[in-house]
């Protein structure tokens, strides 16, 4: 073997070696990380304890805090996370975490910040293991947490009318039901009440960043009116994505009116045919998404129901009010845990 033979495999193993240690590094940085937090929660759990078992042995209130702050900062000058806000979220936090079957568990998941916010702005319990779990498994940051909490993504998934788990491989189907949402805004389009379908489809291509970020991170644009060609006729599906991590097409159809069940039909062709001509041998089955303006809840569930492809049906709004009634539309409880449960099955990470 040549010399200069010898070097190349000496580069491409060198290569290899330097990479294992790079992903070491990397892990090793990410598991230190995740015990910093995991002891900064246990310090601020114990914490909370204490204030709490003093607040109600010895009658504690809003100046002994408001003491423990200052004294504390005095001791231990330039330390963050000790003002008297913080310690009040501290008690409140494990108080109404502390002996939660749902939540307690799940304290160590994600960081301070995140739960801060999770704490003040939902109140049910299902709500916030929804999005302590959703943080942690797709790694959201606190400024993307709060802006899922204010499209009420919680209520959106659970609501998401899909066939998704009958028709999807088991790898994925959590995933995808995820990504898809039952309603998504689409004020950013700036269009009036008044539109054709044709003025969604452009409006939704000129700002298909905003449209995408409903999506989550993984999802990319392929292009509009995707050309499909069946013994010599074409065909046209108005948007053409994919989804990075469920390695799907996914093909949309908009509606500027109400869901009816022959939308159905033609997204199971469209579906077919992409199978069948444009998906890749490694990747999973394609998914169809039909945005309607409206829906009816049981002609959807009738209708996807004797369907073997994935599909899911959305509603679209061209307003920044969100229907104040979701809640009300929402499962029964232990529903609520069933779905919760498929998505992210339970973890043991108790404090405390």
């Given at each position: 073997m040549s010399k200069q033979k010898i070097s190349n495999l000496q580069n491409v193993?060198?290569?290899?070696?330097?990479?294992?240690?790079?992903?070491?590094?990397?892990?090793?940085?990410?598991e230190a990380m995740r015990e910093v937090n995991r002891q900064t929660i246990a310090l601020y759990w114990e914490i909370g304890r204490q204030i709490n078992i003093k607040r109600e042995s010895s009658g504690w209130g809003k100046a002994v805090v408001e003491n423990l702050s200052r004294d504390i900062q005095?001791?231990?000058?330039?330390?963050?996370?000790?003002?008297?806000s913080n310690l009040w979220y501290m008690a409140q936090w494990q108080a109404e975490y502390n002996g939660n079957e749902i939540l307690q568990p799940l304290v160590g998941e994600i960081s301070w910040t995140k739960h801060i916010v999770i704490l003040t702005k939902c109140k049910?319990?299902?709500?916030?293991?929804?999005?302590?779990?959703?943080?942690?498994?797709?790694?959201?940051?606190?400024?993307?947490?709060?802006?899922?909490?204010?499209?009420?993504t919680f209520e959106k998934v659970l609501l998401g009318q899909t066939n998704f788990e009958t028709n999807l491989p088991d790898k994925v189907k959590k995933q995808a039901v995820l990504a898809i949402q039952d309603e998504y805004n689409l004020s950013y389009t700036g269009l009036d009440t008044e539109h054709s379908e044709e003025d969604l489809e452009l409006s939704l291509v000129k700002n298909i960043r905003a449209f995408l970020m409903?999506?989550?991170?993984?999802?990319?644009?392929?292009?509009?009116?995707?050309?499909?060609?069946?013994?010599?006729?074409?065909?046209?599906?108005?948007?053409?994505?994919?989804?990075?991590?469920?390695?799907?097409?996914?093909?949309?159809?908009?509606?500027?009116?109400?869901?009816?069940?022959?939308?159905?039909?033609?997204?199971e062709f469209y579906l077919n045919v992409?199978?069948?001509?444009?998906k890749m041998p490694e990747e999973n089955p394609s998914i169809?998404?039909?945005?309607?303006?409206?829906?009816?809840?049981?002609?959807?569930?009738?209708?996807?129901r004797s369907s073997n492809m994935p599909i899911g049906v959305a509603t679209y709004t061209l307003t920044n009010e969100l229907p104040g009634d979701l809640k009300n539309m929402l499962p029964e409880g232990d529903e609520i845990a069933?779905?919760?449960?498929?998505?992210?099955?339970?973890?043991?990470a108790s404090v405390g």
């Open positions: 193993e060198y290569s290899k070696f330097l990479d294992e240690i790079k992903d070491r590094i990397r892990s090793s940085q990410y005095k001791e231990f000058p330039g330390i963050q996370g000790f003002g008297t049910d319990a299902q709500e916030r293991r929804f999005y302590i779990q959703a943080t942690k498994k797709f790694g959201w940051t606190k400024d993307v947490l709060i802006h899922k909490i204010e499209l009420k409903d999506f989550g991170a993984d999802m990319s644009f392929i292009g509009n009116q995707y050309r499909l060609v069946v013994s010599g006729t074409e065909y046209f599906v108005d948007l053409m994505l994919y989804h990075r991590r469920l390695r799907a097409l996914i093909a949309v159809e908009l509606k500027i009116g109400e869901f009816k069940p022959e939308y159905k039909g033609k997204m992409l199978n069948d001509t444009v169809g998404i039909i945005i309607c303006k409206s829906k009816d809840r049981t002609t959807v569930d009738y209708a996807l069933r779905k919760l449960d498929f998505l992210f099955p339970k973890e043991s």
